[in-house]
């Protein structure tokens, strides 16, 4: 496991340049096994859940090659639909091809999902829409198995709007019979960017971004090239990291309207953000104020993905804020490693209550989880003194070239192997 050596205090200035969103990439990866033509995917980010996900499409009988920063997938030989437990534990978003593979062979295997352990994270959602579109599922041994005459469309109520079961029904809904709507549908931005991608290679979806998707089936899809959107939450990453340390960044590509809770509330501690087409510049000059109060929610709410690096951020302003975590109900396991910094946070039930201390200190932390981790990483950045972020390999499922692009900005961060 590779760790983090970071010696803190330096501000950040300069521009870091944003990678395609993950959470975009991998569900529209998982909607490549739909059609027999191939797509190239550009700019993919260097993450290691997406090479978790390109092993997994190998797996199925995909070809996957990349050229220079982009991806290439050929799902024309696609011959399996199992997917074992060593891959999908390592990543969760593998149950998100359930939908694709189910659509495929009308059959599929797949163990039960891995990724952040970061709450229960069920699929219960993903399974009762799979089973409105006619599929039967089992389970046994750990593994979920689907199968289906054929997909037939169907009107699926979402309990919560769950952002992969929406997503795992709109690809599951792609090539059914017959129409589909998703209500009460998650609304993140990389839902509709998997909407635009799936009528870029010939699908009918309408709808995304709102409360309900409609997906009117169709018979085959074809291929093509296609760019994701920017990582709302990498650009919010580091724009939170400016805030922390100090200096003045410009997040290059990075889509506002995606994160305006979070430049809402950065504003409001007394950062300084010009917004330019697709530009963010934040300039932080004196020491913030903290925000009274920020609570995780669906999307357009604040995002329980930038919440920790957030609460990291509320640690070191002056005042008190109160953190309400909705989404996610083990999220906080970063804060006992936040306090050996120096950090005053005290967490009952859903609710992290922050006391703001005048700085971090330098310590050997460990990182539980891909957001948490992030969280540490900035801690240290601000901190006075030397830390060591432990098992950074939570970090390196969701931030592809942290440190080239912190070092690039000033931070004095190194990666080593231990
Ligand atoms: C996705 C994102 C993740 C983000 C999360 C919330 C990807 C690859 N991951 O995860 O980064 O943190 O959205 O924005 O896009 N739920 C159920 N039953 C289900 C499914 C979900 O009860 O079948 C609950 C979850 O426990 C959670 C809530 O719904 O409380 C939201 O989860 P969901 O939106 O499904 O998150 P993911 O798709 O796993």
Redesign the pocket.
């Known amino acids: 496991m590779d760790k983090y050596v970071i010696n803190g205090g330096n501000k950040l200035y300069g521009n870091v340049k944003i990678q395609t969103a993950k959470?975009s990439v991998?569900p529209i990866l998982a909607a490549t096994v739909l059609t027999d033509s191939s797509v190239k995917i550009l700019d993919i980010p260097q993450i290691s859940d997406v090479k978790n996900m390109v092993r997994i499409l190998s797996r199925l009988g995909c070809k996957t090659q990349y050229c220079d920063s982009h991806l290439i997938v050929d799902a024309s030989n696609s011959n399996n639909y199992e997917i074992p437990s060593e891959l999908a534990h390592e990543l969760?978003?593998s149950v998100f091809l359930l939908g694709s593979v189910i659509s495929r062979f009308h059959k599929a295997k797949i163990a039960y999902p891995g990724g952040c352990d970061i709450?229960?994270?069920?699929?219960?959602?993903?399974l009762s829409g799979l089973k409105r579109l006619g599929v039967t599922v089992t389970e046994e041994n750990g593994y979920i198995l689907c199968s289906c005459e054929k997909l037939t469309g169907n009107e699926i109520m979402l309990d919560?709007p769950?952002?992969?079961?929406t997503e795992n029904i709109m690809l599951a809904a792609v090539k059914a019979e017959g129409t589909t709507v998703i209500k009460n549908a998650?609304r993140?931005p990389?839902i509709e960017d998997l909407q635009k991608f799936l009528n870029y290679i010939g699908a009918k979806v309408k709808g995304a971004g709102s409360g309900t998707i409609i997906v009117e089936g169709v018979k085959k899809l074809h291929g093509g090239e296609y760019l994701p959107i920017t990582d709302r939450i990498e650009a919010g990453t580091f724009l939170i990291a400016a805030a922390m340390c100090g200096g003045e960044i410009c997040a290059e590509g990075a889509l506002a309207e995606n994160i305006s809770s979070l430049i809402h509330k950065l504003r409001e501690n007394g950062c300084k953000i010009h917004i330019k087409n697709d530009k963010i510049i934040l300039r932080r000059e004196r020491r913030l104020t903290a925000v009274k109060s920020f609570e995780t929610q669906p999307y357009p709410g604040f995002?329980?993905?930038l919440q920790a690096q957030m609460t990291a951020l509320c640690c070191i302003c002056q005042g008190q804020s109160i953190v309400t975590e909705n989404?996610?109900e083990t999220r906080y396991k970063y804060v006992p490693q936040l306090r050996k910094m120096g950090a005053d946070i005290t967490v009952i039930d859903r609710n992290a209550f922050v006391r703001g201390v005048e700085k971090f200190n330098g310590a050997t932390v460990v990182a539980q989880d891909l957001r948490g981790g992030a969280a540490l990483v900035l801690a240290a950045l601000a901190a006075q003194g030397k830390s060591e972020v432990l098992d950074i390999s939570h970090v390196d499922r969701g931030y592809g070239d942290f440190e080239y692009k912190l070092r690039n900005l000033g931070g004095d961060v190194i990666r080593k192997t231990v």
Request: charge should be negative; include cysteine.
């Open positions: 959470n991998l969760r978003s709450g229960l994270r069920p699929v219960d959602l993903h919560c769950s952002v992969g079961a998650a993140e990389e995002p329980t993905d989404l996610f």
